[in-house]
């Protein structure tokens, strides 16, 4: 390991057994602040999530933060946009959260997003998108929505499996194919390839099946387009059905084997992703989790975050639920313009803490902030991204909203 930029502070690694997290009393969480408008949401956020720490254990728990590299200032440091002791400590020490990342315009660079995910193997990416009431929003009935996207991150178009028209490469590509397929391709074509495996789809759907089942959601939609892609797409869903069968019937079942009556147990279903996306804005309770290949998910976590008021305030998580490392991360970018102005929507950052605490066990903070959270919304209490959309809002800045979030910290469900 070249780079030692990393201070451990003092507190207790997270381990991880039986599929689920081990939290010390004292974790050490890796952060990423970002880079744009990423340290002035990582300020913000941090200042309620250890407000909200001390307030529900009052200095019995902490989280002792420990900064890690990425992005712009990885390069000042470093001269590196992700170092390698990034990526080990976060595989050491497990769960980190983040800011936005710029990824560096120009030949040669992939998103440091996409790299993170493919190097630490953190196959699923987790969008919930639920509606706080008072946040101004795009549909008629915005509280319809409360669905937990479960998106496959490491296959698909995204593998990174691409080379351009006119290469030696794609021209090879396009002659193997002719000789030993008969396929023609135009010979300037760009080429990409786009392998979906039963194994990363399996692990994929099992994940969120599990979660469908501990969080007493009653259904799985698995989205696809199956119809035109059937070897990838298709064979996405045959494999989900296969496995609910195989690992899953004692509490699952497919719509095939129950004519769409599951009666108490959890019913695993699917659905063509053109037509998904019409249902979901025009009857979003009929979803409840999702299952989908990457880039199906990266386009509808997106188009659905912007029924319950768009990208600042869509929190995500990467997991592998096979070792346990997972990355919490704001969903929009850096958002340049912006930088170091204390203006914009720390939502997104607070609302993937949430997500990090209730991954680690330590649900009572993420309730509390929950709970503050929709107080401050219904208190018309809004970043100027919302405050411009609502009349009568109280238009604060970045670190003001978190301060008026810890200021409605509340053990009260009411
Ligand atoms: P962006 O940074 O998400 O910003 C686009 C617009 O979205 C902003 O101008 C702003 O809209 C709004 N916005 C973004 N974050 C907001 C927040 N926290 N609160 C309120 N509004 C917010 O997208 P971009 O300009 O396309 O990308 C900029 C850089 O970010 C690029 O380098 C890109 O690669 C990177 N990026 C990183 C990630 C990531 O790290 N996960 C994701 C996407 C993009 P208004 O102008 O209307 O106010």
């Not at 997290?21 to 941090?46: L, M």
């Not at 950052?349 to 929950?370: H, K």
């Amino acid at each position: 390991m070249a780079e030692v930029l990393v201070k451990v502070p003092k507190g207790e690694k997270i381990t991880f057994k039986d599929g689920v997290p081990q939290t010390p009393d004292i974790p050490i969480i890796g952060f990423i602040e970002g880079d744009g408008t990423g340290p002035d949401i990582w300020r913000a956020a941090k200042h309620l999530f250890d407000s909200a720490v001390e307030f529900c254990y009052g200095g019995k728990r902490k989280v002792a933060w420990m900064e890690l590299y990425a992005g712009e200032k990885a390069q000042k440091l470093a001269n590196t946009y992700l170092p390698e002791e990034t990526l080990e400590k976060i595989r050491e020490y497990r769960i980190a959260i983040k800011g936005p990342l710029t990824t560096p315009v120009g030949g040669g660079f992939r998103s440091l997003n996409v790299t993170l995910r493919q190097m630490l193997d953190l196959f699923a990416c987790v969008r919930p998108v639920k509606y706080f009431p008072g946040v101004p929003s795009p549909v008629v009935n915005p509280h319809d929505v409360d669905v937990v996207i479960f998106r496959e991150n490491t296959e698909d178009v995204y593998a990174g499996f691409e080379v351009p028209s006119g290469s030696e490469e794609a021209k090879k590509i396009i002659q193997f194919c002719k000789k030993e397929f008969g396929w023609n391709i135009r010979p300037d074509s760009g080429i990409g390839l786009k392998p979906i495996s039963e194994s990363g789809s399996k692990r994929l759907i099992r994940a969120a099946i599990k979660y469908a089942l501990r969080h007493n959601r009653k259904s799985v939609t698995l989205v696809h387009k199956g119809n035109i892609m059937k070897y990838t797409e298709g064979a996405f869903l045959n494999w989900g059905y296969e496995l609910v069968r195989q690992e899953f019937s004692d509490v699952a079942v497919c719509w095939s084997d129950c004519n769409g009556n599951p009666g108490e147990k959890l019913l695993v279903k699917d659905t063509i992703a053109d037509i998904f996306l019409q249902q979901i804005l025009t009857r979003p309770r009929e979803f409840d989790v999702i299952a989908t290949m990457n880039l199906n998910g990266d386009y509808m976590s997106d188009a659905i975050a912007a029924q319950v008021g768009g990208i600042g305030i869509a929190p995500g998580a990467n997991i592998n639920f096979e070792t346990g490392s997972a990355i919490f991360e704001a969903t929009h970018g850096t958002a340049p313009k912006y930088a170091n102005l204390d203006k914009v929507n720390p939502s997104s950052l607070i609302l993937s803490g949430v997500m990090m605490f209730e991954y680690i066990g330590w649900d009572e903070v993420s309730e509390v902030i929950l709970r503050a959270m929709k107080k401050t919304f219904h208190d018309r209490i809004f970043t100027y991204d919302f405050a411009r959309l609502t009349t009568g809002a109280t238009e604060v800045k970045c670190s003001e909203f978190a301060k008026a979030v810890v200021a409605r910290l509340s053990k009260n469900p009411e």
